[in-house]
C-alpha cells in the first residue's frame, strides 16, 4: 500500500518569504503521480502542482515548485514571495496511475504573516 | 469553480438516519471517485466509478454504497449513520484517459448528532 507522510503538521512563514512543505511517501511502483493540493478555508481543493515520476525535471507554477528525489520518495513544495492569499492546508498526494484513486497526507497548515 | 457540483451543501441528520450525497461531474469526465475528510481521519478515499462501473475501493464501510448513474452523476449512500460519520464528503471527476488530474467539488458537509 502506498503511504504520504507529512511531517511538519503547522508551518508559519513571512509574507513574500520562501518556505518548503515536506513530503515523503512509500511505494513499490515506478510510475506513479505526485501532487499538492491546496485547501483554503472555504474547504475547495485546488491543485497547486503536479509531477509524474518518470520526468526528473521539477515542475515549476509560477511562485510554487517543487524539489523531486524519486530515489528518497521525497517531494517537497517551495513557495517563493509568500503571500497572504497562499494560507491554507497543503496536501501532498500520490497516484498510482491515471485515474485511480489519490492518497493523501496528513496535511499540513501553512500561516502567512503580514 | 471546478465544473464539479455537489448537493446538499450541508446536512444535518441524527444517528441511525439514512442520507445521499450526490455529485454531477464535469462535462465529459466519466470517472467519479468519492472523498471523506474527517478530523480524526484526514483524507482518505472511499470509492471510484467510471462509466457507471465500480473502478476502485479505498476505505468506504459496509454501511456506505455508491452508484454512477447513466448520465454519470454518482451518488454516495449513507446508512445507519454514528456519530463517527460526521465529516466532509468530497467528490472529484477527472477523464477518461490520458488526464490524471481530478476535479474536486465544493463537499457536503455532513454532521451527525
Known amino acids: 500500500a502506498q503511504t504520504v507522510t507529512q511531517s511538519q503538521p503547522e508551518m508559519s512563514v513571512q509574507e513574500a518569504e520562501t518556505v518548503t512543505l515536506s513530503c515523503t511517501y512509500d511505494?513499490?511502483?515506478?510510475?506513479?503521480?505526485l501532487f499538492w493540493y491546496k485547501q483554503p478555508p472555504s474547504r475547495q481543493m485546488i491543485l497547486v502542482i503536479r509531477?509524474?515520476?518518470?520526468?526528473?525535471q521539477n515542475a515549476t507554477e509560477n511562485r510554487f515548485s517543487v524539489n523531486f528525489q524519486k530515489a528518497a520518495k521525497s517531494f517537497s513544495l517551495k513557495i517563493s514571495d509568500s503571500q497572504l492569499g497562499d494560507t491554507a492546508m497543503y496536501f501532498c498526494?500520490?497516484?498510482?496511475?491515471?485515474?485511480?484513486?489519490?492518497?493523501f497526507g496528513a496535511g499540513t497548515r501553512l500561516t502567512v504573516k503580514p | 469553480d471546478s465544473g464539479v457540483t455537489q448537493t446538499p451543501k450541508h446536512l444535518i441528520t441524527a444517528t441511525g438516519q439514512r442520507v445521499t450525497l450526490r455529485c454531477s461531474p464535469r462535462?465529459?469526465?466519466?470517472?467519479v471517485y468519492w472523498y471523506q475528510q474527517s478530523l480524526d481521519q484526514g483524507l482518505q478515499f472511499l470509492i471510484q466509478?467510471?462509466?457507471?462501473?465500480?473502478?476502485a475501493k479505498g476505505n468506504i464501510l459496509e454501511r456506505f454504497s455508491a452508484q454512477q448513474f447513466p448520465d454519470l452523476h454518482s451518488e454516495l449512500n449513507l446508512s445507519s449513520l454514528e456519530l463517527g460519520d460526521s465529516a466532509l464528503y468530497f467528490c472529484?471527476?477527472?477523464?477518461?484517459?490520458?488526464?490524471?488530474?481530478?476535479?474536486f467539488g465544493p463537499g457536503t458537509r455532513l454532521t451527525v448528532l
Open positions: 472529484a471527476s477527472s477523464e477518461l484517459a490520458g488526464s490524471y488530474e481530478q476535479f
Open positions: 509531477q509524474e515520476a518518470y520526468k526528473q
Open positions: 466509478y467510471y462509466n457507471g462501473e465500480e473502478r
Open positions: 511505494t513499490s511502483e515506478s510510475n506513479y503521480y
Open positions: 498526494a500520490f497516484m498510482k496511475h491515471v485515474n485511480n484513486d489519490m492518497r
Open positions: 462535462s465529459g469526465d466519466l470517472s
